[in-house]
Structure formats: structure tokens, C-alpha cells
């Protein structure tokens, strides 16, 4: 196969003689050297292609269990090699988009793309500087493994017009350590506590308009300029303690919100020298903040300075891990361990952040590569070594936290903030913006909640003892973070070893299999088994694919049982816990003490860590079972007992408390530190709503403030005109193959822009299942949440790309998705999405108005999913409900002057292929 280059990018080296392109699941098409095109199942196409070299577009879904029988030539394997940090869409249209080369028109365009894709990435290389390649030559010849590994290696070789040496592999910890090129971080002297000077109406508005001017956007845009003056008046200074400023906003799609808050908040940064958080909920949005900012802070080196992301740990790529994880990828005998490892160090060369869910790491990676050596190199289980770590001062997520206090903008996540409000953090910020303010309740929901589950004890036990299996490097346990540290303190000696011991009744690895088998060991694993036997005693496996899950009273004698042995081992285990952490800060309040600043550093927060634990996970559930005991439940909680489900199948077990309004502790946490409020979203009241009931309690209104503010302003689209409701009422929605037909005739009639949303699991997979192919056929590619083995967001991306593509998810889809334009043109409720009956909700329903709760939850569910149909001035779309049951009061959740019909589906079809 050849291709038509330019003669200088052209690279002289041999392209495979067959290509293989997935476009959907399970469906490979093939392109032989004679021109013919193949298409097979993944089955089929392992046969044919079996000891074959092959040139493919490895979407997660298509060719992952052929790699073993074919020589693989992945060009997304090239393409993040050389281009790590590239936005690209793991497809060939997307590869050919991103390299800005001939983009696929038909499915025969597909092999030359990828030959193309092949020579440009080559001369990118090509043209990289020498002492990159030179680095990138060493990764390369790790991933080589001796001529048995990566494909690419000779190639990248080749391109630089250097021998490949199959035998002259280089040590991996030397070849893979590109941390060491990473810059540093310096301490700073301590930034003083910000002014209180407001914001004028006057230079907001000037602000504002200078913004939109720069970039020739300017256009009369009342509803964002009344808007960004809102957002202004949380930026007045406070005049009494405890009562901040506080403004609930709703501002439909379309009014520019993202600006309209960044620019008072801007400004206030600036007058007064203190920084303003901005949380949001999803990855899209932190996205169009970034690009929104870049309007602001013009130039990438002023941004750089000024604007700081902040996420948990978790989030980031931890350096120790790298090093310790390459250390042996030279040995490996699988290739995929150090063919990951070196995409992984190539990605830490060019990222800015090392963040796995922020806009630079391709999230699809991990479907190609797997788990372990992408993502799973973050900390997610509090084991930081802090300055005893090598990597301290280069450490991404201490890196963040630096520049944090210097930055004029932090952006986080709602998850972080709640967790910081959980644990009272001293470093919450004095003015905050909640954007996308409808997910708040939900975030905080999940922070103060309290689980005493089987993963949960078990995390904790991986955290205090370390990864009891020694081979096992990476869970690394107090006694290794104590290491050279105090060795000296009797009374940290002495405490330390009580919780070692004490911690060693938590369930062990394998506690899972013991309880399956009716073997548990430890009180707690004894507990939990007699919460399985209660648990199935009272619920239907077979009829819970989420979770199974039972009223605490009244407890079986088995549960009692266990009680008062498990309240005494948890009692013991917290006592050496809180000795430990109090010892740890007297050494720090000594006047006497020689210790260095990083010593410091580390004494501290292992203290607070441990403190932490103590104080808001293990006293929690010593008081969940003494409510079992005594048979008294506080009334502010709901507690119950839970096998928790993924897919269907068990994952956790256990005892479960969550709060009935999340929001109090949320507000009695957060209102004294922050002097400025403002929550904000396009769907936070109902549209019939003049009290802003609903609002009041998605943002905890009535805890934060006696007098708040609150902010209204319709979306400037036109729905009339851009839109219709249609409400199919000849499908019966409980009849699979029903339901799987019309969904096929919908997604036929708008050939392609299509998204369906389900309230279940099942439903989705079966009316995948019944129309994925008769789809393909039609070259309408089917997408699919929790079929394809790929992230939303990349799914969401595939589906942006492509216009005649189609996707299907669950309502929960609907945050992610921003998919302006053709790309979506038609959205399909299977039903109407009414909240799933767990007995949480139903205690939030006998608090929050019964039916009337029940009702609110679904109108919300509604107005939020077709406020991702709309997105421009320009784009047309039709909602469908194929729910002819469809209550009349929920339809208030659509605009007021669009046009909602009640027709059958032949009817409906016509409608959409007007669109």
C-alpha cells in the first residue's frame, strides 16, 4: 500500500500489507494487498489474520484479544507515542483529524489514512529536537524487548536513519526515568490574607464587554451581561460573622455563564491579590473553563501563573509509582508491561499537570493498555511518603498545591471540595463558585456519607499493614512511612505497634471468598457475614441487578451476635490510633526539637492522616453499631444494609449511613470560611417553580443563608422554533422487541446524531443486542455505555466526530455531553426516568413531599437531558419519550413555548427525518 506524500515527509520504510479498521463492535473489515475488503466478526478475522502483520486503528472494542496471534502495527500506539498529550478521538476519522491529513470519507478511504497517518507521524518524529529523540530512542528500545515487543521500535530507528539493535536494550529504571527532567517546585513565603474591596457594576461591565470585543464575539447578549452582574455581588465585602453572601443563579444554555462568573471573579482576584474557587462536576466543562480563561489571560505564560487545577491525589500520576513500577520492565516476559510503561513515561515528558482526568491524558489509554500501569499509578490509597519521597519536590499533585495560593483562579472538583469541607480543611477558600450546582446535593451526598462495607475495612487494613504480600511493592503501609522518621519516640514506637496489631482484625485479601463460603475470620468479617445472611434472608437476588439491600430492624439473632465484639475491636483499634497522632504532634510543639522543615512537613500530615481516619471514619462506624445495639438511629440519618452491585454482580457488602439532606452538614462545614457563595447552573429550579423550593434544597439554601440572592434568566434559543417534544404512544415500553424496533426506525429515520437514554442497565444492552447490527448495515455506527470497553467521555468524543454515528447510555450520561451541532440532533428516553426505590430515596421521599419529591427528581432529570439537545443558536433537534404513560405535570420540564405532541410512532419518524 502506498500513499501520495508530500516527497519531503515522506519516510522510507516498509508499511504492512494489510490494514484492518474496526467501525463497530465486533465487526472488523478488512483490506487485503489485491484491494478486497473483508468483513468478519473478531473471531473470524483472528483466523484469517493469524501470524499476519496488520495496520489497524485499534479502537478499546475491536482487536484486543487478536494481538497474541498477529504482529500488531497500532497506529494509536504511534500516535500517543509521539503526540501523548494530543487531543485525539481513538478512531480513523479521529487520527486523520488530529494530524490534520485526508480525512475518511467511506470506509475504503480507511487504508489510506492510516498509511498517511504512518508517514506523518514518522516525520514528527522526525522533526522532533535531538535530545527528545534521543530520550524517546531509549524508551523505544524498552518497548522493543529484544525485537519480540513493540512494533513500532524499528521504525522510529529507522526514521532518524539509526540501526535497531534488537540486543541493545538499555536498564529500564535508566531508560523510563524522565521524571529527573521535570522542573521543581521552591517554597514560598506564606501569601497574606486577601483584601476586602468589592467589584463595581461599573468595571464588571467594562470587563465584560473588553473581553468579548478582543475576540470579535461581541454581540448584544443582555441575558449574560444581567447575569455576570449577579454573580457580582458575592464579591461584596462581608459585614456580620457567618452570614456570607449567597446567590443561587439559573441561567438557561446558551446565556454564556462560564464567562459571566470568571470575569468578576477575575477581577476581584486581582483588586484584592486572593484567589476564587470555580467547581465544577464534569471534565467538559473544567475544559471550557480552561478555553473560556484563555479570553482572559491572554498569553499561556500569564494563564500558567494565574490559573491553578486542583484535584484529589488520586487524580494524579504518581511518580514513585512510575519509577517503582519500571524498575523491572527490561525483565518482563509479557511485551504489554513495558510497552505501557513506555507510553506512560512518554506521556510524563509532555504533560503540564500529570492529571488522569484532566484535558492532556488521552482517558482511552487505559482501555488499550489496561489498568494497572495507566491509571493505576495514582495513590488512591493515601500511601504518600510526602518528603520522604524522592520525587517530593517534583510530585505532581504538591506541585498543584504550591501554586495554589499564588493562582488568581483554582479550579476543582466538586468531589475535592466536598472532601476538604468534610474534613474542615483550613485551606477552603474565602469566595467559591459551585457551577453545574444541580450535582451539589449528590457531591456531598457521597462525602458525608459513612460505609462500614467489607472494601472499606479492608482499604483500611491495606493502608495501616501495607500490601501483606511482600512481593507486592506499591501499598506501602504506615511502618515503611515511619521508616527514618522517629525512631527514637517510645510513645510513637509503642503506639504505632498497637495499631499494627490491632488492625490485623480488618478483613485480609480474600475476605470475598470467605465470606462466599460461609469461612469468615475477625469480628468484622463475622459481622459482615451475618449482614449477608440477614441481607438474603430478606431480598430476591434475581430480581436486584443493582443491589440487594434490607431495613436494619429488626436484626436476626446473627447479626446481634457479632455486635459487642466488633464495637470492642473497633474501640481498640481507634484508642492506639488517636495515641499515635497526639504523640505525633507533641513532638512537633517541642521547643527543643532539631527537626528539619521536611521532616516537619511529613510528622504533620501523617498526623493529620491518621487523625483523620480516627475522627471521621473509624468513630462513625463505632457509632453505627452502637445505634444497632441500642435500636436508636438518629432521625437525620438513614442507615440500611447493602450487597452492592456493578454489572449485576456482588462487589461490596455491608452497613450503610447516609445523611436525609446532605446539604446541612455540607452548609455547617463550608459557611465559616467562605465570605462570598454563589451556586449556579441551566436546571436548578423547576420552570414552574416561583418559590425556588427546588433550588432551596439541591444548594442547602436555608442552612447557608436567612437572605439569599437569587438569580433568573432564560436561555436565548429559540426552541420553538429549534425543537420538539414528541411523546410516542403506540410503543408498549415494557415489550423488548417493541421498544429495540423503535429505537431502529428512530435512529434509521435521522441517520445518525442519534443518543438514547435508559433508565436500566438491561434494557440498554438488549436493544443493543437486537439493533447494532441492522445499524451497521445501514453504516450507522452504534456506540454503547457499558458495551463498548471505553470510558464515556471518549465514547461521547466518537460520537461527536462522527454525524452519522448513534449512541446509546444510561439517563446518567446525560453530564457528559456536549455535542453541539448535527452530531445530535435526536434524544430517545426509553421512559420515563423516575428515581430507582432504594430505601435511601425512600426516606428522602417521606422528608422531602412524597410524591411530590418523586415527581421534582424526574422533571429535573428531564430538563437537564434536553439541555444537552440544544447547544447553539443553529441546531435543531427532537426529543423523543417512548412513554405514552408520560404524566402531563412533568412536561413543565421543557421550555413553555415548544411544541409537545403525543403521536404514534410512524408519525414521530416523519417528524425526525424533517430535522
Avoid at 468589592?198 to 464575539?217: F, R
Wanted: aromatic fraction near 8%; include cysteine.
Amino acid at each position: 500500500m502506498s500513499t501520495a506524500l508530500d516527497p519531503q515527509k515522506q519516510i522510507d520504510i516498509q508499511i504492512p500489507e494489510i490494514s484492518v479498521c474496526t467501525l463497530a463492535p465486533r465487526v472488523a473489515h478488512i483490506f487485503t494487498v489485491e484491494g478486497e475488503v473483508k468483513s468478519l466478526s473478531h473471531g473470524q478475522a483472528g483466523v484469517w489474520l493469524a501470524q499476519k502483520s496488520v495496520l489497524l486503528c485499534h479502537a478499546p472494542y475491536t482487536l484486543s484479544k487478536l494481538r497474541t496471534t498477529l504482529h500488531a502495527f497500532d497506529i494509536l500506539d504511534l500516535f500517543l507515542f509521539v503526540h501523548p498529550t494530543r487531543f485525539c478521538v481513538p478512531t480513523v476519522f479521529g487520527v486523520g483529524k488530529a494530524l490534520q491529513i485526508h480525512i475518511p470519507e467511506t470506509t475504503e478511504d480507511m487504508p489510506l489514512v492510516l498509511s498517511e497517518a504512518v508517514q506523518v507521524l514518522l516525520k514528527d518524529f522526525q522533526d522532533m529536537p535531538s535530545k527528545t529523540q534521543k530520550k524517546m530512542l531509549e524508551i523505544a528500545q524498552i518497548m522493543g524487548m529484544n525485537g519480540k515487543g513493540w512494533a513500532w521500535t524499528p521504525f522510529l530507528f529507522s526514521a532518524v536513519g539509526q540501526d535497531y539493535d534488537p540486543q541493545g536494550a538499555l536498564n529500564s529504571r535508566v531508560a523510563l526515568n524522565v521524571w529527573k527532567a521535570r522542573s521543581e517546585w521552591t517554597e514560598s513565603a506564606p501569601v497574606p490574607a486577601a483584601s476586602h474591596q468589592g467589584v463595581s457594576a461599573q468595571e464588571t461591565e467594562i470587563a465584560l464587554n473588553d473581553i468579548l470585543k478582543s475576540d470579535h464575539t461581541h454581540e448584544e447578549r443582555p441575558e449574560q451581561m444581567a447575569y455576570t452582574q449577579s454573580i457580582r455581588t458575592i464579591f461584596e465585602p462581608t459585614e456580620e460573622e457567618g452570614a456570607p453572601h449567597f446567590l443561587i443563579a439559573e441561567a438557561g444554555t446558551g446565556t454564556g455563564k462560564t464567562l459571566g462568573y470568571l470575569t468578576p471573579s477575575t477581577l476581584w482576584a486581582k483588586k484584592n491579590e486572593g484567589a476564587v474557587w470555580i467547581s465544577t462536576y464534569t471534565k467538559n466543562l473544567q475544559q471550557q473553563i480552561d478555553q473560556e480563561l484563555s479570553r482572559i489571560y491572554t498569553t499561556p505564560e500569564i494563564k500558567d501563573k494565574k490559573v491553578v487545577i486542583r484535584k484529589g491525589r488520586e487524580n494524579y500520576l504518581c511518580l514513585l509509582n512510575l519509577e517503582e513500577a519500571s524498575a523491572s520492565a527490561h525483565l518482563s516476559r509479557s511485551p504489554s508491561h513495558p510497552i505501557t510503561l513506555g507510553i506512560m513515561a512518554r506521556w510524563v515528558m509532555e504533560t503540564r499537570t500529570g492529571d488522569f482526568t484532566g484535558t492532556d491524558f488521552p482517558s482511552w489509554a487505559q482501555s488499550l493498555y489496561g489498568y494497572a500501569n495507566t491509571t493505576g499509578l495514582s495513590d488512591k490509597r493515601g500511601e504518600c511518603l510526602y518528603s520522604a519521597c524522592d520525587h517530593y519536590t517534583r510530585c505532581f499533585r504538591e506541585t498543584s498545591v504550591r501554586r495554589a495560593p499564588q493562582a488568581d483562579i483554582v479550579i476543582a472538583n466538586h468531589a475535592l471540595v466536598m472532601i476538604q469541607t468534610a474534613h474542615n480543611d483550613q485551606n477552603l477558600p474565602t469566595r467559591a463558585i459551585f457551577d453545574e450546582g444541580h450535582h451539589l446535593f449528590q457531591a456531598a451526598d457521597s462525602a458525608f456519607a459513612v460505609h462500614l462495607t467489607a472494601r472499606e475495612t479492608n482499604e483500611l487494613r491495606r493502608w495501616v499493614l501495607g500490601h501483606e504480600d511482600t512481593r507486592k511493592k506499591r501499598a506501602r503501609g504506615l511502618q515503611k512511612r515511619f521508616e527514618d522518621l522517629i525512631s527514637d519516640n517510645e510513645d510513637i514506637k509503642k503506639s504505632l505497634g498497637d495499631l499494627l496489631h490491632r488492625a490485623r482484625q480488618l478483613p485480609a485479601e480474600g475476605w470475598s471468598a470467605r465470606l462466599a463460603e460461609g469461612a469468615p475470620t475477625g469480628s468484622t468479617e463475622l459481622f459482615l457475614s451475618a449482614v449477608l445472611a440477614q441481607i438474603r434472608a430478606r431480598t430476591q437476588e434475581t430480581q436486584v441487578y443493582y443491589a440487594q439491600e434490607t431495613d436494619i430492624f429488626p436484626l436476626t439473632t446473627q447479626v446481634q451476635q457479632t455486635l459487642a465484639p466488633l464495637i470492642k475491636d473497633m474501640k481498640a483499634l481507634k484508642k492506639p490510633m488517636v495515641a499515635l497522632s497526639k504523640a505525633m504532634y507533641a513532638v512537633l510543639e517541642q521547643e527543643d526539637n532539631d527537626l528539619e522543615s521536611d521532616a516537619r512537613r511529613r510528622i504533620d500530615s501523617l498526623a493529620q492522616s491518621i487523625e483523620r481516619r480516627a475522627v471521621t471514619q473509624i468513630k462513625p462506624w463505632i457509632e453505627m453499631l452502637i445505634s444497632l445495639q441500642t435500636e436508636d438511629i438518629p432521625s437525620q440519618f438513614s442507615d440500611w444494609m447493602e450487597i452492592e452491585k456493578k454489572e449485576g454482580r456482588a462487589f461490596d457488602i455491608g452497613l450503610y449511613r447516609h445523611w436525609i439532606d446532605p446539604m446541612k452538614p455540607f452548609a455547617t462545614a463550608i459557611v465559616p470560611h467562605v465570605h462570598g457563595l454563589a451556586i449556579t447552573s441551566a436546571t436548578l429550579k423547576g420552570r414552574e417553580d416561583e418559590r425556588w423550593d427546588t433550588a432551596k434544597m439541591l444548594t442547602g439554601a436555608d442552612y447557608i443563608s436567612e437572605t439569599p440572592l437569587f438569580f433568573e434568566t432564560d436561555s436565548p434559543f429559540d426552541y420553538k422554533t429549534q425543537s420538539k417534544v414528541i411523546i410516542i404512544n403506540d410503543v408498549n415500553k415494557n415489550n423488548r422487541a417493541q421498544v429495540s424496533s423503535a429505537y431502529l426506525a428512530l435512529f434509521k429515520a435521522s441517520k445518525g446524531g442519534g443518543l438514547g437514554l435508559f433508565t436500566a442497565i438491561q434494557r440498554l444492552k438488549a436493544v443493543y443486542e437486537d439493533i447494532h447490527e441492522k445499524l451497521s448495515a445501514k453504516d450507522i455506527p452504534l456506540y454503547a455505555q457499558h458495551i463498548d470497553q471505553i470510558d464515556t467521555g471518549t465514547l461521547t468524543d466518537m460520537f461527536r466526530e462522527d454525524i452519522t454515528s448513534c449512541l446509546l447510555g444510561t439517563d446518567a450520561l446525560r453530564d457528559g455531553v456536549d455535542v453541539p451541532g448535527e452530531s445530535l440532533k435526536l434524544m430517545i428516553f426509553d421512559r420515563v426516568p423516575w428515581p430507582r426505590p432504594t430505601l435511601l430515596h425512600k426516606a428522602r421521599r417521606k422528608s422531602f413531599g412524597g410524591k411530590t419529591y418523586d415527581e421534582m427528581l424526574a422533571r429535573m432529570k428531564l430538563q437537564q437531558a434536553f439541555g444537552r439537545l440544544i447547544r447553539k443558536k443553529d441546531d435543531k433537534g427532537i426529543f423523543v419519550i417512548l412513554d405514552g404513560a408520560t404524566p402531563t405535570k412533568l412536561l413543565s420540564a421543557f421550555p413553555k413555548d415548544i411544541e409537545i405532541e403525543r403521536v404514534g410512532l410512524q408519525e414521530a419518524l416523519k417528524r425526525v427525518k424533517e430535522v
